[in-house]
């Protein structure tokens, strides 16, 4: 059978290419939905990490932080989302939401290692200015701290974005028919692997491309910005 006849059966027959598309839009919608959970909860824990009393000693915030980190770096994604999945959202019907927790929760324990080191990157300078302005630690940290530290965090925070997005092929052992998912089912209604699975690598090729050279220019721009 030809290359162009398996593209047709893949792609053409039947309007599979709806599918591809459908299973695309829940790959992304999961992906942004996690990014944005995982930053949030990232930051808080990174905050909490770097919380220390006045001796310097590490809080119990710092404590609990570091375990959440522990535990979540230290274990399978895949398990995280079959135990929220089977376990404590069990109840949900909404997929998309249970994935987006799931993967935002993990995806916030290495967000906090890259937002702590993004602070720490930081002159200390900075929160002694911020201080002597009359400003309170929490103020500093927020407006003067936190915009440095972000943008010394985001090409991690890029790549995390593109792992993150390539991770949530794994839905499908939850049952939700992602772009992986669907290129196994249409594998399996045509009894061919080829070309749907070499279809859906292109298609995830294409998104990770284009994401990149979008936070290439990103970078650039912040770098002008600097320069000036």
């Known amino acids: 059978m030809s290359v162009s006849e398996l593209f047709r059966i893949a792609f ?16 992304i919608q999961v992906s942004v939905f996690a990014a944005l959970i995982g930053l949030v909860i990232g930051t808080v824990a990174a905050l909490m990490k770097l919380h220390t009393n006045r001796s310097g000693k590490t809080t119990i915030l710092g404590k609990i932080a570091d375990v959440y980190i522990d535990v979540i770096r230290g274990t399978p994604s895949v398990l995280q ?6 376990i404590i ?3 949900f019907t909404n997929g998309i939401l249970v994935a987006s927790l799931s993967f935002g929760i993990n995806s916030g324990a290495y967000v906090a290692e890259i937002i702590r080191a993004g602070i720490l990157a930081v002159d200390s300078g900075q929160m ?18 936190l915009p440095q530290a972000f943008k010394n965090a985001l090409p991690p925070l890029c790549n995390e974005f593109i792992t993150l997005l390539k991770e949530t092929a794994i839905v499908g052992y939850v049952g939700m028919s992602d772009l992986t998912r669907v290129a196994n089912q249409i594998s399996s209604a045509t009894y061919q692997a080829f070309m749907p699975l070499i279809g859906a690598a292109v298609i995830y090729l294409i998104v990770v ?20």
């Not at 053409?12 to 790959?27: A, F, H, P, S, V």
């Open 89 to 91: 959202m069990k109840n």
């Open 12 to 27: 053409i027959e039947k309007d599979r290419w709806k599918l591809y598309l459908q299973g695309l839009g829940i790959t």
């Open 81 to 86: 989302l079959m135990i929220m999945w089977f």
């Open 209 to 228: 491309k284009i994401l990149t050279i979008l936070f290439g220019n990103l970078e650039r721009r912040m770098r002008q910005g600097d320069n000036r």
């Open 128 to 145: 002694e200015a911020g201080r002597s302005l009359g400003l309170s630690r929490f103020q500093t940290m927020r407006y003067v701290v």
